[in-house]
Structure formats: C-alpha cells, structure tokens
C-alpha cells in the first residue's frame, strides 16, 4: 500500500530557529496538504497546494509558514522563527482527485 | 462556518461489545464527505470509514458502520464486536468543495475494557 512519509519522525528546536519539515506524498496525489495537532487538541488544518502553488489556507498560516515542493517528490513546510506555542504534530497528507486522503505518520514538533 | 461537532469526549465499552460514537456537522454545502479516523498512541492518523453525502446507503467496513442521517446533520460510528486494539482516539470529520481540506472534530477517546 502507498504511504505518505514524513521526516524526522521527531525534532526538537530552539526557539527563534528556522525548521523544515518533509514529506514524500505518494507520487501519483496532485493535491497535498499540511495540518497541525497541538497536544490534546483538535487536528487543524494548515495549508492545500496545488498545482505548484497554494490553493488554500488558513488564519494559522501566516508569514512565518511556507510550503515548497522543491522537486518532483518532496513537499516541505518551513517555520521561518519558531515560537514555543508552534510544539506540536504536524501531518503532511496527500490525495488523488476523488479519493480520501492519506496521512502521514507525522513529525512531533518540539521548539524550547 | 463548517464545524463538527463530538459531544462526547470519552467512551468506554467492554470487550466484544459494540459502541456508538456521536458526530454532527453543520454545513450548507450539498456535496461534501465525511469520515472517520482512528488515532492510536503513535499518533498515526488511519481512516476508518468514509460516507459520500449523495449515496443514501450507510457505509460499513467489517466491524465499523455509519449511521448517517443526512437531514439531521448526523454521522455516527458503530464498532462491533469491540476489540481491544480498538482503543483509541476517533475524529469525525469531514470535506466539502475543490481543495477538500479536512475539518475534524474534537475528538472521542475510546477505551476498551477487556
């Protein structure tokens, strides 16, 4: 089966630092996505791309976040400084035009 | 705004008993999906179940099934024969339009007694 797969599994950061985040989405997806789960709460939604672009996303994503996909493969999220309240599980996802989404096993964000 | 609503925040259920999850939404889209998702310990997210709003019929994987009652804005899980492995967190959730981004729920915590 497919999987999407995300790097590191878990990253601890100091505060103010610039971190990345990557994802492999299966290679046949054409929209891809980022959501984040703070500890205990609900799982929100970060960021849609398609197309080579943003197609979507929200009041969270602001001008600390930005997403790339460098290559053919890759999709990234950078945290340009990160805050402490930024700690939490971020899931990439990918899905094909009509079918459901498949996640990614997430990285654990921790920023000290 | 799309919202989804889990008005309960922990269940429990004995071992080979079944259990209902509750899920409503509130949207004024025609065509949207919705679906469940499992959450164990690791923190994967693993889809459970999913139930296009234009088919009537309730969608049903093995043990797991929907009750889904378009009208009322209503999508409840039903595990069957409840495993241990089954303990853990559930989101509904659910999509609507050309990006499809997800809106989850808050979340029921599932434990199951053996």
């Known amino acids: 089966e497919p999987e999407v797969t995300q790097t590191p599994s878990h990253q601890v950061t100091q505060m103010g630092q610039e971190v990345i985040l990557r994802c492999v989405p299966i290679s046949n997806h054409l929209y891809f996505y980022w959501y984040r789960q703070i500890l205990g709460q609900k799982v929100e939604f970060l960021v849609s791309?398609?197309?080579?672009?943003?197609?979507?996303k929200s009041e969270i994503f602001d001008d600390q976040f930005s997403v790339e996909r460098p290559d053919g493969s890759n999709f990234t999220l950078k945290i340009r400084s990160t805050k402490l309240e930024d700690s939490a599980m971020y899931f990439c996802?990918?899905?094909?035009?009509?079918?459901?989404?498949?996640f990614g096993s997430g990285t654990r964000l921790t920023v000290v | 705004a799309q919202t989804v609503t889990q008005s309960q925040p922990e269940m429990s259920v004995q071992e080979a008993e079944t259990v209902t999850l509750s899920c409503t939404y509130d949207?004024?889209?025609?065509?949207?999906?919705l679906f469940w998702y499992k959450q164990p310990p690791s923190r994967q997210m693993i889809l459970v179940i999913r139930q296009e709003a234009y088919k009537q019929q309730n969608a049903t994987e093995n043990r797991f099934s929907v009750n889904f009652q378009k009208a009322a804005k209503s999508f409840s899980l039903k595990i069957s024969d409840s495993q241990l492995g089954d303990a853990a967190m559930y989101f509904c959730?659910?999509?609507?339009?050309?990006?499809?981004?997800?809106?989850f729920g808050s979340g029921t915590q599932l434990t199951v007694l053996p």
């Open positions: 996802a990918s899905r094909e035009s009509l079918r459901g989404y498949t």
């Open positions: 959730a659910y999509y609507f339009g050309s990006a499809r981004q997800l809106t």
């Open positions: 949207t004024s889209e025609s065509d949207y999906y």
């Open positions: 791309f398609y197309n080579n672009e943003i197609s979507e």
